[in-house]
């Protein structure tokens, strides 16, 4: 056999073996690709069926006037949206009675400004229940007809439209809080609650513990329950951001599997998609307001009164973020 011979075979056996070599590579990956695959499905599935426990429908809700013909799209990524969060004062939702809602919390998400608004409305804020016919304090709400009560009652206190709502028991923000990793904050005044401390102008980590009581302190607070406010909003503000830094799906799973259990809102598994990946740049931008009042008792009851000019003041803010002017 001549030179030339065998080097033909020579190369004909590193062809074969190469294309020996490159079959099971692409045999790997097409495995790896359907593998990959199903876990996603499995994943996703897993994800919309958690949303699904957490869905609760708004039965009696008031269409608001500017939703009348401009209904709120958040698939584009293009409209401003309002959220009402609620803070529940009892501990599960297969409770024997509705509960109040303690802590509220008003939110828009404007997409063309890259910018989130939280406002915190005082629990005792006296105001029309819409539905009831009387004045009570806004928080009695929730007690007396739920989310759509609560929603109708915002809705016609402010005259803008309330999109969607979430409620969530506070003792389960500690679980949510830990879920997302931790959140970072900046207190605005130094004390100590449940063993925790806290300093002034010190950025601080905090699991969910220690947010909780970040967020509970009150009485000495020298601005009282505004002080304990403005708090919570920070504990909110620092869970969005943290969820919204998040890139694993895998991560989310464990979010949404702790809020199945103490959270429940009106946003479906494709809204809360939508606005993740069309509205995560706004929460970069937070903006905190404060419906203000002065106390006062009207029949022996203490109530939050707020005066019409902050009302106002409050409705053209939140009407301009919601593009309503």
């Known amino acids: 056999m001549n030179q030339q011979s065998r080097s033909n075979r020579k190369r004909k056996k590193k062809s074969s073996v190469g294309k020996i070599i490159l079959k099971v590579l692409l045999v790997f990956l097409l495995l790896f690709v359907i593998a990959g695959g199903v876990v996603a499905w499995r994943v996703y599935s897993d994800l919309r069926t958690t949303t699904d426990d957490m869905y609760e429908e708004v039965e009696s809700q008031e269409q608001h006037t500017a939703r009348v013909n401009k209904p709120v799209v958040v698939d584009d990524g293009e409209d401003p949206f309002s959220v009402l969060i609620m ?186 998609l939508d606005m993740f990946n069309n509205y995560r740049s706004s929460v970069s931008n937070v903006e905190q307001l404060q419906l203000s009042g002065y106390g006062d008792r009207i029949n022996g009851i203490y109530y939050e009164i707020i005066p019409q000019e902050e009302i106002n003041r409050v409705s053209s803010y939140l009407k301009s973020e919601l593009e309503l002017n």
């Open 87 to 272: 803070g529940i004062d009892t501990g599960e939702f297969d409770r024997n009675y509705q509960g109040r809602s303690d802590t509220m919390m008003l939110l828009t998400v404007n997409p063309n400004t890259d910018k989130t608004s939280i406002l915190s409305i005082p629990r005792d804020t006296y105001t029309e229940i819409v539905g009831r016919g009387h004045k009570d304090k806004i928080n009695h709400a929730y007690a007396f007809g739920g989310a759509s009560m609560a929603m109708n009652t915002v809705q016609n206190l402010f005259d803008i439209p309330v999109d969607y709502f979430v409620s969530v028991n506070m003792e389960s923000m500690q679980q949510i809080v830990d879920a997302v990793g931790g959140i970072s904050v900046v207190p605005p005044l130094t004390f100590s609650q449940g063993g925790y401390s806290f300093v002034e102008g010190q950025a601080t980590t905090m699991n969910g513990a220690k947010a909780l009581e970040y967020s509970r302190m009150r009485k000495s607070d020298p601005d009282g329950d505004y002080g304990r406010q403005h708090r919570q909003r920070q504990v909110i503000e620092g869970t969005m951001k943290s969820i919204a830094s998040l890139d694993s799906i895998m991560n989310y799973r464990n979010i949404l599997g702790t809020m199945s259990h103490s959270m429940r809102t009106n946003m479906n598994f494709d809204d809360m």
